[in-house]
């Protein structure tokens, strides 16, 4: 940097000029004792002098700003400049840069390479020299095609804003050698699957003719094999221009999709651990998905459900059923109506994802077998007692019983039993019994109590010789009546009334009818019925009695009658007993 001034001044000592560097002050300089970096001094042989100094240090990445002062000798008492001149000095930081490039590499293939600035001013510009005068003023460069010519040094020279540079160097090795693959260099695989590497070459000659296998986990470049960095996966010589290995050595870690780098490799040079040409292969090992299957134990006649739940892998999933008899389903989940026994079993379900990794679960189906019940509720009478029976068969023992019925009726036995049985207990009755596995059966009755049946009768006095009338009223209950009367000494009869001609004494006595209803209930009624001895008269002949006068003897129990008898003045006086 040169820094020039002039002045008017040209005899001493104003003809004398002392520059010095301030980092951060600018004002009219006092320049105490060490307060300052003396650039230089020099006096002008007229009236005009100049300086060059590259002391300005960068300190830090960043830019920095001095000022310079060009001063008239100062007062040596005071040490103040009698004039000056300030110049502003701003210092910029240099860029660096990263060269990186793909070495070696084998004819035929692409060479590239790439500039990578930092620090500087952005904004920056390239130039590149390269073997046989190559030059180029990209950022990165592409060279397809490789041949020998194009190895050798590659340099770069960037320039930031401020006009700063830098400068990186790569050197690149084009090999003679080639490898290519044969087939498709990215597999996709399950756990614990295999694969088959094979590669071509066109070196048949020690050592070009020997490859190696090595397996990097995250590493994808040009592989330099450090001892112990690498998994080998085997090795051998190639007997013609070619070679295949199968490795199953890809393991899983932990649930997620990992991605390895396979590389057959010429044998490494010992020295360097380079290959002088590979082929890459990127093997990616998927997770086998996980499958979990679960049902419950159902009743023969229900739906029978059995569910998967798919996790890990890649969605979307298929579905594979296997079951009892021949059973299939490429569903998800599985429901069978009308479940029977003969479907109970073990169901297996193989899940594959989209990588066609697969998991599988098996799960035991219980049916259990269907409760059924049966019913009986004889119609009953009025007053006696209802009687109502469940049978259960099938399922599995021991059971319990809830009954329903008329009026809010509840019971929790087998049978049910009502004494004093009333119309109202009339209806429909329900059960639902359940056995040990849960299982229930349900049937239903309905219960009849009749109504009941009353029964009057009748049977008024009569005398010896008359008819004998009895008679039964029945109300109630459900006509047609039948009727069986029994009585005194052996007598029956079947009608609704009774009616004895000539009675006699001997037909008193207690008559006792059962009315049977058309629906089998009875009623029964007795009566007393009296028959009264028959009354005799005998007459005598006495002398006329002008009128005949009646008399009766309570105590005697006997009537006289006083009958007169013409032409003469008697009457007859008969006498009549009462027996």
């Known amino acids: 940097m040169t820094l020039s001034v002039t002045t008017n001044a040209s005899t001493p000592p104003y003809n004398y000029i002392e520059y010095v560097r301030f980092e951060t002050q600018q004002t009219n300089p006092y320049?105490?004792?060490?307060?300052?970096v003396h650039l230089g001094e020099f006096?002008?042989?007229?009236?005009?002098?100049?300086?060059?100094?590259?002391?300005?240090?960068?300190?830090?990445?960043?830019?920095?700003?001095?000022?310079?002062y060009a001063c008239l000798k100062p007062d040596p008492a005071s040490g103040m400049c009698p004039a000056f001149a300030e110049f502003i000095v701003t210092v910029n930081p240099n860029p660096t840069v990263a060269v990186t490039g793909s070495s070696p590499i084998c004819v035929g293939n692409t060479l590239t390479l790439s500039a990578t600035p930092s620090g500087g001013t952005a904004g920056y510009t390239y130039s590149w020299t390269g073997p046989n005068g190559f030059t180029a003023s990209t950022q990165n460069i592409s060279r397809p095609s490789a041949t020998m010519a194009m190895a050798g040094t590659y340099n770069v020279t960037i320039t930031d804003s401020k006009g700063c540079t830098a400068t990186g160097s790569k050197n690149i090795v084009v090999d003679n050698t080639h490898i290519t693959v044969s087939g498709t260099a990215n597999f996709n695989i399950c756990p614990n699957n295999s694969v088959t590497l094979s590669v071509t070459t066109n070196a048949s000659t020690p050592p070009y003719n020997y490859i190696e296998y090595v397996r990097f986990e995250t590493q994808q470049t040009n592989p330099y094999i450090p001892v112990g960095s690498y998994?080998?996966?085997?090795?051998?010589?190639l007997p013609a221009t070619s070679g295949s290995i199968t490795s199953n050595n890809f393991p899983l870690p932990g649930s997620t999709s990992k991605t390895y780098y396979v590389y057959a490799c010429l044998k490494?040079?010992?020295?360097?651990?380079?290959?002088?040409?590979?082929?890459?292969?990127?093997?990616?090992?998927?997770?086998?998905?996980?499958?979990?299957?679960?049902?419950s134990p159902v009743c023969a006649g229900s739906t029978l459900s059995i569910t998967s739940t798919p996790s890990g892998g890649t969605s979307p999933y298929t579905y594979s059923w296997s079951g009892p008899n021949g059973y299939t389903s490429s569903t998800q989940n599985i429901s069978r109506a009308n479940a029977t026994v003969t479907m109970s079993g073990t169901y297996t379900v193989?899940?594959?994802?989209?990588?066609?990794?697969?998991?599988?679960?098996?799960?035991?189906?219980?049916?259990?077998?269907?409760?059924?019940?049966?019913?009986?509720?004889?119609?009953?009478?009025?007053?006696?007692?209802?009687?109502?029976?469940?049978?259960?068969?099938?399922?599995?023992?021991?059971?319990?019983?809830?009954?329903?019925?008329?009026?809010?009726?509840?019971?929790?036995?087998?049978?049910?039993?009502?004494?004093n049985a009333t119309v109202a207990m009339s209806g429909?009755?329900?059960?639902?019994?359940?056995?040990?596995?849960?299982?229930?059966?349900?049937s239903s009755v309905s219960a009849t109590v009749n109504p009941s049946l009353n029964v009057s009768t009748t049977a008024p006095e009569v005398c010896a010789g008359t008819t004998l009338s009895i008679t039964s009223t029945p109300s109630g209950g459900t006509s047609p009546y039948t009727y069986s009367w029994?009585?005194?000494?052996?007598f029956t009869a079947s009608t609704q009334n009774i009616s004895i001609a000539n009675a006699t004494v001997a037909m008193s006595g207690t008559y006792t009818v059962t009315v049977t209803d058309n629906k089998g209930c009875s009623g029964t009624s007795s009566v007393s019925a009296t028959v009264n001895p028959s009354l005799n008269v005998s007459t005598t002949a006495l002398q006329y009695v002008p009128e005949a006068h009646y008399q009766f003897h309570p105590l005697l129990a006997e009537a006289q009658v006083l009958i007169p008898i013409a032409g003469a003045d008697q009457m007859a006086l008969q006498h009549q007993r009462k027996t």
């Open 31 to 36: 320049i105490p004792v060490g307060s300052y």
């Open 43 to 68: 006096a002008l042989p007229a009236t005009s002098g100049s300086i060059t100094s590259n002391n300005f240090p960068l300190p830090g990445s960043t830019s920095k700003t001095y000022y310079v």
């Open 231 to 237: 998994v080998h996966l085997g090795e051998f010589a």
């Open 268 to 295: 490494p040079d010992p020295a360097s651990g380079m290959c002088p040409a590979f082929a890459e292969f990127i093997v990616t090992v998927n997770p086998n998905p996980t499958v979990t299957a679960n049902t």
């Open 350 to 419: 193989t899940v594959t994802d989209n990588k066609g990794c697969s998991g599988t679960s098996s799960v035991s189906a219980t049916v259990n077998p269907s409760l059924n019940v049966n019913t009986a509720a004889p119609a009953v009478c009025t007053g006696s007692t209802l009687s109502i029976s469940s049978t259960p068969s099938g399922g599995t023992s021991p059971y319990t019983y809830s009954w329903s019925g008329p009026n809010g009726f509840t019971a929790s036995t087998q049978n049910i039993s009502r004494a």
């Open 428 to 442: 429909n009755y329900t059960v639902t019994v359940t056995d040990n596995k849960g299982c229930s059966g349900t």
């Open 486 to 490: 029994s009585g005194p000494n052996g």
